[in-house]
């Protein structure tokens, strides 16, 4: 199920991938700077936000009840786990962005530098991953939402954020924790909470 979003991602990587520069994977090199149109960096924002907004208040409405809200619940997880991990990744390899630099081997220089990897794209890739593995079977039109760290992928790539590698290790990431935080018994997070969390709001003022 999580292939959709890697497929996705490799197509729209295997057209520039002659043009390689270098990097850990030997595709990285600077798009050509676009920021107008789909790929302006608002547009990316408001995807961003809207998802987390949309995933955690959901989670909070919902409760863990229904199969919808469990689902959400543990994109909560994935989101949180994989944001914790990329920021320790980025701190450690503190790579310098396209937007900086043409060189795609510049790693482990100022603490500025968190190119490596792509904390937006491992956010959406958790976000989406508990859907597509909880209703892949029973709605295949699931699938569909790994266009969108696809699109944020290439976003952050059109802007010049980040690097072909980082975007790619972002979504390996980011589907990792959404496979795990789906394969659990229960959400971790929402274990963490007082119990009136597990209801929901829209159940507990009914």
């Keep these: 199920m999580a292939r959709r979003i890697w497929i996705s991602l490799l197509l729209l990587l295997a057209s520039g991938t002659t043009l390689a520069a270098g990097g850990p994977l030997g595709i990285d090199h600077r798009l050509h700077y676009d920021n107008s149109g789909i790929w302006k960096r608002s547009y990316q924002n ?38 914790l991990a990329t920021r320790g990744l980025k701190a450690t390899f503190r790579r310098e962005r396209p ?29 989406v991953t508990p859907f597509i593995v909880k209703y892949h079977e029973d709605y295949p039109a699931v699938y569909a939402l790994a266009l969108l760290p696809a699109y ?23 589907t990792g924790f959404g496979l795990w935080a789906s394969r659990r018994n229960s959400p971790l997070i929402l274990g963490w909470l ?4 597990s209801v929901g709001f829209v159940h507990h003022f009914r």
């Design 46 to 83: 408001v995807l961003v936000y809207g998802t987390v907004v949309s995933v955690v208040g959901g989670a909070l409405m919902l409760g863990d009840e229904d199969d919808l809200g469990d689902t959400m619940w543990r994109s909560v997880d994935a989101i949180a786990f994989g944001s």
């Design 99 to 127: 937007i900086d630099t043409d060189d795609p081997d510049r790693f482990f220089k100022s603490r500025k530098d968190k190119s490596f990897p792509s904390g937006e794209v491992t956010l959406m890739s958790a976000a």
């Design 152 to 174: 944020d992928a290439m976003a952050r790539m059109k802007v010049r954020g980040h690097w072909q590698s980082d975007v790619l290790v972002g979504a390996a990431v980011g």
């Design 194 to 197: 007082p119990g009136g969390f």
